[in-house]
């Protein structure tokens, strides 16, 4: 178990590079979408960069980099969904507002940077899946589409594959390591659905880049809104 989760880990930090790769070496960086694709990726490549190295000269747990990682992750998903999708002006103040307000009480009076914040992780998690399901049930409404051709079905498909397994994991995490203080052996399965979700999720979104390449409609939006 050990050695498959250490190779789960490696492959989990860097299976956003394929992504990143592409879009540095194509047209892409014209593309709104794929722009906000792309920070998404480098983003999780940075974070789990940093936290190899972090936790092994600076600090023994990966949370300080993980929430900050967190909150810059959230403005740079609904950033892209905003440019896939009109989300509703309500919506997106709504959760822009739950967000600053519900982080910032948090961090002041219930958690730490070094502990994991379960109201930031299920903010995040709630938030993506409903867009997510709000950008394949317009997709549904446009019976020509073809969906495996489709960026943003596997964009909408991926976020929400990857914030679905994350979120028991998420609601329990706290829970798990400092109350029960389970053994890092017995957190290595749990850390595993983690690892798959990313590793799913990064590449996912390389193959939507791919479609976007292709010259794939990559936006619900109408075009003069696009």
Same mark, same amino acid.
């Given at each position: 178990?050990?050695?498959?989760?250490?190779?789960?880990?490696?492959?989990?930090?860097?299976?956003?590079?394929?992504?990143?790769?592409?879009?540095?070496?194509?047209?892409?960086?014209?593309?709104?979408?794929?722009?906000?694709?792309?920070?998404?990726?480098?983003?999780?490549?940075?974070?789990?960069?940093?936290?190899?190295?972090?936790?092994?000269?600076?600090?023994?747990?990966?949370?300080?980099?993980?929430?900050?990682?967190?909150?810059?992750?959230?403005?740079?998903?609904?950033?892209?969904?905003?440019?896939?999708?009109?989300?509703? @002006?309500?919506?997106?103040?709504? *959760?822009?507002?739950?967000? +600053?307000?519900?982080?910032?009480? =948090? &961090?002041?009076?219930? #958690? !730490?940077?070094?502990?994991?914040?379960?109201?930031?992780?299920?903010?995040?998690?709630?938030?993506?899946?409903?867009?997510?399901?709000?950008?394949?049930?317009?997709?549904? @409404?446009?019976?020509?589409?073809? *969906?495996?051709?489709?960026? +943003?079905?596997?964009?909408?498909? =991926? &976020?929400?594959?990857? #914030? !679905?397994?994350?979120?028991?994991?998420?609601?329990?995490?706290?829970?798990?390591?400092?109350?029960?203080?389970?053994?890092?052996?017995?957190?290595?399965?749990?850390?595993?659905?983690?690892?798959?979700?990313?590793?799913?999720?990064?590449?996912?979104?390389?193959?939507?880049?791919?479609?976007?390449?292709?010259?794939?409609?990559?936006?619900?939006?109408?075009?003069?809104?696009?």
């Amino acid at each position: 178990m050990e050695a498959f989760n250490d190779w789960l880990t490696d492959l989990s930090r860097i299976s956003a590079i394929a992504g990143i790769l592409y879009y540095l070496f194509t047209k892409l960086k014209v593309n709104q979408v794929a722009s906000g694709l792309f920070l998404i990726l480098f983003a999780s490549f940075l974070a789990d960069t940093l936290n190899y190295f972090f936790i092994r000269l600076v600090y023994p747990n990966s949370f300080i980099i993980g929430n900050c990682w967190l909150i810059i992750n959230f403005f740079l998903v609904l950033w892209t969904f905003k440019k896939v999708i009109n989300i509703p @002006k309500t919506l997106l103040t709504g *959760l822009v507002a739950g967000f +600053v307000l519900g982080a910032s009480i =948090s &961090f002041i009076f219930f #958690y !730490s940077f070094t502990e994991s914040n379960t109201f930031v992780f299920l903010w995040s998690n709630i938030s993506f899946i409903i867009l997510s399901l709000y950008l394949h049930f317009q997709l549904l @409404k446009r019976p020509g589409e073809k *969906l495996k051709y489709h960026p +943003v079905f596997w964009i909408a498909t =991926s &976020f929400f594959v990857y #914030y !679905s397994m994350l979120f028991l994991q998420n609601i329990f995490n706290n829970y798990l390591v400092f109350d029960l203080q389970i053994s890092s052996e017995a957190y290595t399965i749990v850390w595993i659905i983690n690892l798959i979700a990313n590793v799913g999720k990064n590449f996912i979104l390389f193959y939507a880049l791919v479609l976007i390449d292709k010259g794939y409609p990559d936006t619900l939006k109408p075009a003069e809104a696009a």
